[in-house]
């Protein structure tokens, strides 16, 4: 795998198919602005709040593989098999709720009008007396109904290009 790649998390998520990646890090930053300092704040307490959990049970592990191995532990060398064990659950943990924060953030962005029972985003579909039908899970939305107005469908940025090519097909 590409050191690219795997920075580029965002490929793992379906909300950013079709945009490019300059386009996925321009969201990404509107998401990060949005959220202000929520976005790192929320992440780090859950991690933190993970992290004294696990420690309860790499301090249970520590002590296990040291039984095991016939080693003594010292307050040292136990301090340091539970860093080993919480620092990475902490590094994943504080990742994984960030990511899924700003990939939410995203996904609100791009589907200023999604679907209400699938989520599909119902931009630029043609919009017949108030109704619109998702050509996802094929529901009639009635736009009134569900607080979406008909600018919201107006294709704009951000916007992937190939939904636009998808719809036109379908149309
Ligand atoms: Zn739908």
């Not at 509107?30 to 049970?57: T, Y």
Request: hydrophobic content about 45%; overall charge positive.
């Amino acid at each position: 795998m590409r050191l690219p790649r795997l920075l580029a998390y965002y490929r793992a998520y379906p909300e950013f198919d079709g945009y490019s990646d300059e386009q996925c890090r321009k969201l990404l930053l509107q998401a990060r602005l949005r959220r202000g300092d929520a976005a790192w704040v929320l992440p780090l307490l859950a991690a933190g709040g993970f992290a004294a959990a696990w420690s309860v049970i790499a301090l249970g592990l520590v002590r296990i593989a040291a039984a095991l191995l016939g080693l003594t532990l010292t307050g040292e060398s136990t301090l340091l098999g539970v860093f080993m064990f919480v620092t990475p659950a902490f590094i994943v943990v504080y990742s994984w709720v960030r990511r899924s924060m700003l990939v939410r953030s995203v996904r609100r962005l791009v589907n200023r009008a999604a679907c209400p029972f699938c989520e599909f985003s119902l931009v630029g579909l043609p919009v017949k007396i108030n109704t619109v039908r998702c050509p996802e899970c094929g529901e009639k939305v009635r736009l009134s109904e569900h607080g979406i107005r008909h600018e919201d469908l107006r294709p704009g940025l951000p916007y992937p290009p190939s939904s636009a090519g998808e719809w036109a097909r379908r149309a």
